[in-house]
């Protein structure tokens, strides 16, 4: 799907680049006889992939039928875009240089990365906390542990690693589940409120019931990973779109990350550029 982005405005001299590199990097390209002026900013957004599959600056001059037909004329540049930021961009070539004149400039480079990142709060996030079957299965896991192992036992092993609930449930969730169930507990008995791990000197029969109690551990907790929606892990979701910045500039996320891109452009009846694309790779 096309989106709009914009529009920026360009002198007769363009850069093609990420916007890590500094001037004179090999897989960057300079375009020369460029029309100046104001340029509309595009890019295809790949719904089924979720990323930008392709982005192109077209002069004001050009109509969106003309612009259209356009795509099938361009000509590939004899240069690569190359891409070790995952960004890739169009930029005019003045503004550009001003902000590589001795280095990247590293606050001029933060803000093009955060234009195009987009930030937008989930309004799941943590729902499955408040849902009645969640706590169910860690009562359920209690009660099993109950069964295999008795106060007399004098082992305060009930609690699983940390590491067993990271892997299962995600890092972002792992202490909030560890208090919970560290209070339940506490509250049956079963702990004195400590989280222990498994020592070496306990007894055959002692390491044979916490591997029980492991093992319903593991299950019990895929059982409710698997109710969780993914959608419901993160407190945002993060996109990575297309982006105008500074009136001079057109960056995009690079398609599928870093690697060598082509740029395309066309040439109006004057031989002058007013059209620069570029490809990231073909929707399927």
């Excluded at 916007?19 to 900013?41: A, K, M």
């Excluded at 990247?104 to 480079?109: A, I, P, S, V």
């Excluded at 234009?115 to 989930?122: C, G, S, V």
């Amino acid at each position: 799907m096309i989106r709009n982005a914009g529009t920026i405005t360009l002198g007769s001299k363009v850069m093609v680049s990420d916007p890590c590199y500094n001037l004179g990097t090999w897989c960057q390209g300079v375009l020369e006889n460029v029309l100046p002026g104001e340029y509309n900013c595009s890019y295809n957004f790949d719904e089924n992939e979720g990323r930008v599959s392709y982005m192109y600056v077209s002069h004001n001059s050009l109509d969106e039928k003309t612009v259209r037909n356009i795509v099938a004329y361009t000509e590939a540049e004899d240069f690569e875009v190359g891409v070790d930021s995952g960004m890739a961009g169009i930029y005019d070539y003045d503004y550009y240089a001003a902000h590589h004149k001795d280095d990247l400039d590293k606050e001029w480079y933060e803000n093009v990365y955060n234009a195009t990142k987009i930030i937008q709060p989930n309004e799941n996030y943590r729902k499955f906390m408040s849902e009645d079957w969640f706590f169910t299965i860690i009562d359920n896991y209690i009660e099993f542990v109950k069964t295999i192992i008795k106060p007399e036992d004098n082992i305060n092993l009930y609690f699983p690693m940390l590491s067993d609930i990271d892997a299962i449930m995600g890092c972002s969730h792992t202490l909030e589940f560890a208090d919970i169930l560290k209070e339940k507990l506490k509250a049956a008995n079963l702990s004195d409120g400590e989280i222990m791990s498994v020592s070496e000197d306990i007894t055959a029969d002692q390491k044979a019931l916490v591997a029980m109690a492991d093992v319903k551990f593991e299950s019990m907790m895929k059982r409710a990973r698997n109710k969780i929606p993914c959608s419901q892990l993160w407190p945002d979701y993060v996109s990575y779109l297309a982006a105008t910045i500074d009136d001079k500039a057109f960056v995009s996320p690079s398609g599928f990350g870093d690697g060598g891109y082509i740029c395309n452009t066309h040439k109006n009846e004057d031989n002058m550029i007013d059209f620069i694309e570029i490809f990231f790779y073909d929707e399927v």
